[in-house]
């Protein structure tokens, strides 16, 4: 059973910046594709970046240039670093694999807004 801890959500203004993180219970952490997915009210959950285990990164072109995602195999985490934050970043967000593998953790909230 995977389980994943994500945290660093909160309330921001427009043009601000958070760091989220997502502490995974798996034993080979390091041998997995990991990503980070949002999902913002009455909207379906999309995929916003990934990190092989290689380290090559990929982006949603909504956020590409402003997030950037990166993992500490040592701890078990990923992280998203965003910047330039703007309302329509509003969500939930939540980590899992670079493909859905596992079931979703609590998610954090982000919350952009004057």
């Known amino acids: 059973q995977v389980q994943f801890v994500e945290s660093g959500g909160g309330l921001v203004q427009p043009g601000g910046s958070l760091r989220l993180s997502c502490a995974a219970s798996l034993s080979i952490f390091s041998s997995y594709g990991m990503g980070w997915y949002r999902q913002a009210p009455g909207k379906q959950r999309e995929l916003v970046a990934t990190?092989?285990?290689?380290?090559?990164?990929n982006y949603a072109d909504s956020v590409k240039g402003r997030f950037t995602i990166s993992r500490e195999n040592r701890k078990k985490t990923v992280y998203l670093q965003m910047n330039s934050l703007k309302p329509e970043d509003t969500a939930v967000y939540y980590c899992?694999?670079?493909?859905?593998?596992?079931?979703w953790g609590q998610g954090t909230q982000v919350t952009v807004s004057s």
């Open positions: 899992n694999g670079d493909v859905v593998r596992w079931d």
């Open positions: 990190i092989t285990r290689n380290l090559t990164t």
